[in-house]
């Protein structure tokens, strides 16, 4: 069964601080997701690792895969306000049926305080 | 981008009855969607997978005779929560993908509340 664990669970820091969210899988898989979610929103799609060794960065927020270590990293630069809400990794999970299946980090509340 | 559409946004009904919640692929064919519970200050829990024209796969512990769901075309998924209690109250959230293998897209939820 494939686990997936995000650390911290939460999250309070400062504006312009630097922080890195941590997203562990116990099973190999080839796709992972963050998403965004805001209070009473559905998930925003922030970016989407396909492969090992992937960086993307959008704004301040950069987000890394390591499938070797089966390791993702969210990183967060010069904190903002607006950059407050709840962050989930998800994992693509091939089925032994063979169809397939996101499965969720438990996901991190992030607060940027001024 | 793709978008998905679900509807009602949020939704209040009596215990006992029934409320039916639509997922809509507006720009792509969906060949599978899935549908998502989740409660306040938790993740999503998968429930059920469904592809057009077939029965849906349900999740463990997912009970398929309360949760119906139905995927008749590939732009509309519904899922049917029958005889709703209190408990039932949560966000379902359903998602969409056009070919397996590629990102699935989201919609923007449904707040049910059964009073």
């Known amino acids: 069964e494939l686990k997936v664990e995000q650390n911290p669970l939460f999250l309070s820091m400062q504006e312009g601080k630097n922080y890195t969210i941590y997203c562990n899988y116990s099973t190999t898989s080839d796709r992972l997701y963050w998403y965004r979610q805001d209070p009473g929103k559905s998930l925003e799609s922030l970016f989407v690792l396909l492969s090992n060794g992937a960086v993307k960065q959008e704004g301040r927020l950069m987000a890394s895969l390591d499938t070797k270590a089966r390791l993702s990293t969210l990183h967060i630069t010069a904190a903002v306000h607006d950059l407050s809400a709840t962050y989930f990794c998800a994992v693509d999970l091939i089925t032994q049926g063979g169809s397939e299946k996101l499965v969720f980090g438990k996901g991190t509340k992030l607060t940027v305080n001024p | 981008g793709a978008v998905v559409s679900q509807h009602p946004s949020w939704v209040i009904c009596k215990s006992g009855t029934s409320v039916k919640i639509e997922c809509r692929s507006l720009?792509?064919?969906?060949?599978?969607m899935f549908w998502y519970r989740q409660f306040p200050k938790q993740s999503l829990m998968l429930m059920a997978t469904s592809n057009e024209g077939s029965k849906a796969t349900y999740e463990q512990g997912v009970e398929k005779d309360k949760f119906l769901i139905n995927h008749a075309s590939l732009t509309l998924s519904t899922l049917t929560v029958t005889s709703a209690h209190p408990e039932d109250s949560s966000f379902y959230i359903c998602s969409a993908e056009d070919s397996p293998d590629t990102e699935a897209f989201f919609g923007q939820g449904t707040r049910l509340t059964v009073v």
């Open positions: 720009d792509f064919q969906a060949t599978t």
